[in-house]
DNA sequence: TATCTATATATAGAATGACGATGTATTGAG
DNA sequence: CTCAATACATCGTCATTCTATATATAGATA
């Protein structure tokens, strides 16, 4: 269908994505990149020039730890949520529920999104 | 509570806010402002120097059309949705939801926002 | 009267951050 | 042997939001 999300549209929430993404269970870098865009039907296809910067950027703020595995056939850079990783998720989702309905309650009711009844 | 949305989370979807306010009726650029406060609980507060490019950017795409107010005591440029307008509101609209549906799949089950059982 | 606040629009410059391009290196398939 | 895929990294560009600044008027207050 519609391709990629525009890049201005997930600035702001990519954080929050590799956050969750990283939330299931450990990964390296290109990993993520991939499980990112299968679970999104190839709409976010995060380049590389993106991801790695952010996930330094993350790394340096201490929401994730990262440990490279020598071991393996391929050299690759784990990483994995720190408990203020975890933390952080739980907040940045909780700003983006906020958001969401914010927009929501802008939207002419023609264009809202369904929501469960109170 | 919680004080203003992060900029960068409003990035790529402040016309879809601005195309939706102006679908209720026309307005001025002020009036645009005080209405997003309002509506988000001052969540959103777009400062002039954001707001008036975006609605030139726009007009300039001719998705909304301008026009002076001479005659009421204060100068003010009313602005209003196009045809091409309300087809784009209907469209970032459209994609909103999917970008919304996107990370709802991403966020582990008790983050995730509830929603209507299918 | 003077001054302050709110109203109303506009633009230039700084800061931010995602992207494209490019670079390096290794693995496995053909 | 070559090529695509895997895996990480960095730099320059570009779009967009913010801060700061500018102008101008209406109405309230001192």
């Given at each position: 269908?519609?391709?990629?999300?525009?890049?201005?549209?997930?600035?702001?929430?990519?954080?929050?994505?590799?956050?969750?993404?990283?939330?299931?269970?450990?990964?390296?870098?290109?990993?993520?990149?991939q499980?990112?865009?299968?679970?999104?039907a190839?709409?976010?296809?995060?380049?590389?020039?993106?991801?790695?910067?952010?996930?330094?950027?993350?790394?340096?703020?201490?929401?994730?730890?990262?440990?490279?595995?020598?071991?393996?056939?391929?050299?690759?850079?784990?990483?994995?949520?720190?408990?203020?990783?975890?933390?952080?998720?739980?907040?940045?989702?909780?700003?983006?529920?906020?958001?969401?309905?914010?927009?929501q309650?802008?939207?002419?009711?023609?264009l809202?999104?369904?929501?469960?009844?109170?």
């Amino acid at each position: 269908m519609t391709d990629k999300f525009d890049s201005q549209l997930m600035r702001g929430s990519l954080d929050l994505m590799i956050l969750a993404i990283l939330d299931r269970e450990p990964q390296y870098g290109y990993s993520i990149q991939q499980k990112l865009r299968e679970a999104s039907a190839e709409k976010v296809d995060l380049k590389a020039g993106t991801l790695y910067p952010i996930l330094h950027r993350l790394e340096s703020e201490k929401l994730i730890r990262s440990k490279w595995d020598e071991s393996s056939a391929r050299k690759r850079k784990w990483y994995e949520l720190t408990k203020t990783g975890h933390k952080r998720l739980q907040q940045q989702a909780q700003t983006w529920h906020a958001y969401v309905n914010c927009i929501q309650s802008l939207l002419p009711p023609k264009l809202a999104l369904p929501v469960p009844a109170p």
